[in-house]
């Protein structure tokens, strides 16, 4: 079966790269584009050797690094709709199934990440006729989303002083709770960092705690694909490749504070959580001004690195009450942008912050020209109040047997 006439769009335009006007302190990562109207029309359908109807379409956005579809009125019924890249260089990835009437059962959804720059839609079904969905909305990422494709234009390297976490395998339990995140909001794609949070009485609940300047309400939570895993392959080797990664695609936002609150949401991620990712423990107590701790993100949305630092005395910013913030002075590592939302780690390996930002470098200078290097964190303790309805949670039966398959980190 030969593949279906692909529909162009035109090239990004200077003004189409420049329309999403993204919150500070993104890393922004796409640019909505509207999906043409025509384009379902000019599918086509075909036989299966088993006799089910099968419908075919393919889209193309000239020089986007991977795209997204975002689904309306979707309700395939006992049909099933995939995504796969046009191109062929990614063999036995797909993206989907998408069935009934979707990721959160309301015919309303973005499908994941598929890598290249042209996408094939399937859709099959024992019944065939009209096609129960809409695509309204493409998203094009542009950069920063295929580390480890071997384009030369598909990532943006982490600067050369943050440290791979990959060399540091004590810390690798709690790296695993890590995610990077691709997430969709005002006419564009952003990334971020998160990490995957215990409840007191070890639930097994996918809560996802990150920073509220990257999400912050539900239509941007629904949108959220964590890649889990994400690091060098070993200490100072290659990154792995995105497209092998175990995901998650969908949320549900369930709570959260601003800056003036301390910068953090709390979600709800969907489904069952690969087996590899862990549960990192928390504590609501204050951390000591000179207390060690321990950052772990994904700069620039590259594969994941460590900072090693210390609180240090305040360092008032306008929009940052000092008392729902620490400041972090780093000995060893920086944070950049697609760092906000991960997770501060004490010398117990406990949760204690999330990142919120940092200081802005001189023209003409980067992250690791900064003497002393620092952050601003939310604190746990300020976040505590909102948060512990949720991870309070008493154990169930059905979440211990969830349990059996993720590792868990310590709780106090």
Sequence with gaps: MGRPAERWLAPLSTAERNQAELRAGLTRASVHRAAPGDWLAQGQWSRTADGKALYRAALRSPEALGLRLHFRNFNAGEGRVWMYPADGATEGYFAGPYTARGVFGDGEFWSEFVEGESVVLEYETSRGGKLPFEVDVVSHVFHEVLPGTGKA?????????NKDVTCHPEWAERARSVGRYLFETNGGGALCSGSVVNTRNSSGIPYFLTA????????????VQVFWGYTA????????NLRQLPTTLGATYLTGGGLEQGDFTLLRL???LPDTVTFSGWTPDEHPVGGDVTGIHHPGGDFQRISFGARGDAIPVRGRPEGVYYTINWREGVTEGGSSGSPLFNADGLIVGMLSGGPKPPAGKTECDLNPAFDWYGRFSTA????????????????????RRHRVAAQR
């Design 270 to 272: 969907n489904g069952t």
């Design 233 to 240: 392959v070993s200490c100072g080797g290659a990154p792995k």
């Design 384 to 403: 505590y109040p909102s948060l512990q309805a949720f991870l309070e949670e008493r154990t169930t039966g059905g979440a211990l047997r969830r349990l």
């Design 153 to 161: 234009s598909a990532r943006r390297e982490a600067l050369s002083c």
């Design 212 to 223: 509220d300047h990257c999400v912050n309400n539900a239509a941007e939570a629904r949108s």
